[in-house]
């Protein structure tokens, strides 16, 4: 019977490696290694080895090819993580993010090679995701798609457990004068000429009723979908905050620390999770009143925003029109026009700038005095219902439990 196991499992290996290496060109010369920005010599060299352990053997690469990819793989990452550590972001070459992304896929081919454990192939796509550039027609978010039905599928959590709110301060009464106007399904003219042009929030009803996400999304489901991917996650109540850092960690155990933890706060915050698994993006839609912007499709920024009861994103505002929609949980949303900015004593550091130095539901009035001038709109946004922030209005965004955004930012 052991011997029946393993030509199974050598026969199962086989057939994934044959379906990941359908992923990639069939000839050497076919995969180019072309980079987007000047390396060092020496990389192009290391690429080359590795292409070549790759497509060296007829057919899968035996033990010692796929250890020599693993060392290259290694060496090709770490060269090109320090370049990337090296300064700001924005200052970071497009070449040297391609040579990251190139090393996790070397790194992750030879993982599957080797007939190993998928989670560690899995986490260096990820890392090839979020650090990295594109290479070969987004190759490694083709290959992850490959291998994660071959992964084991993450167990049920608790859903009570993960259901139990965490107790939080209530949020302000909401006076009349002071509630953002609700409308169920404007057309697109009405929402141009009485919203979108003249910059009014407003709280949209009946948007996303249809989207599949509001009758599939939830802990149980995330687990299964995206338990093994690795995401980055904010570790405190909120960023401005001084012991406030993020973490590289999978789903799985972000949802373990975070969600079903009742006293850490992690925040899956403003991540672009649906380029990084398609999946997800197909449950969900962009809102059609989008077309009204001035960019195409491709230009709308979806962010993911999933985190307990208690997190926090300080007043703060953005350079792009904002449709927050909620999926489940609530959250209070407070909103502060542009024109109030003075009052609202952004930080001078130039990191900060579009940040509020003032916590908005405990300010101290003693040093900043003025706050109390700033007029404000508010709303508890609740499943079902899209909030649209004009561009660079003020907003503050508190969970009031367990909740899931989705937020898409367009010109």
């Known amino acids: 019977m052991a011997a029946t196991g393993s030509a199974e499992g050598v026969s199962g290996s086989s057939a994934l490696w044959a379906e990941v290496r359908a992923l990639l060109p069939r000839a050497e010369e076919g995969l180019p290694l072309a980079l987007s920005g000047e390396v060092e010599d020496c990389v192009l060299p290391l690429l080359r080895r590795a292409r070549a352990l790759l497509y060296g053997a007829a057919g899968r690469p035996g033990a010692a090819a796929a250890a020599a990819l693993e060392r290259l793989s290694d060496i090709l990452r770490d060269y090109s993580w320090e370049k990337l550590n090296a300064g700001p972001w924005r200052e970071v070459g497009k070449g040297w993010r391609q040579v990251y992304a190139y090393g996790c896929l070397f790194g992750a081919l030879a993982e599957v090679a080797a007939g190993r454990s998928l989670a560690r192939a899995v986490r260096l796509c990820d890392l090839g995701l979020l650090m990295g550039a594109a290479v070969l027609d987004n190759a490694l978010a083709r290959l992850v798609r490959a291998l994660q039905p071959h992964l084991p599928r993450a167990a049920p959590r608790d859903r009570a457990r993960a259901q139990r709110v965490r107790l939080q301060p209530p949020p302000p009464a909401l006076r009349p004068q002071e509630v953002i106007p609700h409308l169920h399904c404007p057309s ?87 380029d990084q698994i398609p999946e997800l993006k197909e449950d969900i839609s962009i809102p059609d009143y989008c077309c009204l912007g001035e960019g195409e499709e491709d230009d709308i920024t979806i962010n993911a925003w999933f985190g307990p009861g208690g997190t926090i994103s300080p007043l703060h505002q953005d350079p792009q029109q904002n449709f927050l929609a909620q999926v489940f949980g609530r959250k209070y949303i407070r909103l502060y026009s542009p024109q109030d900015s003075e009052n609202l004593y952004p930080h001078e550091s130039q990191i900060l700038h579009n940040t509020s130095q003032v916590d908005v ?17 508010s709303c508890i946004l609740m499943p079902g219902q899209i909030l649209f922030i004009p561009v660079k209005y003020w907003h503050y965004v508190r969970s009031l439990e367990l909740s899931f955004s989705v937020s898409f930012w367009w010109s």
């Open 361 to 377: 539901e405990d300010p101290d009035l003693v040093k900043f005095p003025n706050f109390t001038k700033a007029e404000f709109q």
């Open 188 to 274: 697109l003219e009405h929402f141009r000429d009485n919203y979108l042009v003249p910059q009014r929030p407003v709280v949209l009803e009946g948007i996303m009723d249809h989207w599949p996400c509001m009758k599939k999304w939830s802990v149980d489901y995330f687990c299964q979908v995206a338990g093994c991917r690795t995401v980055p996650v904010e570790l405190g109540a909120r960023y401005t905050d001084e012991e406030w850092s993020q973490q590289l960690m999978t789903v799985s155990d972000f949802i373990s620390q975070y969600i079903m933890a009742e006293n850490n706060v992690g925040y899956l915050a403003q991540h672009q999770l649906f």
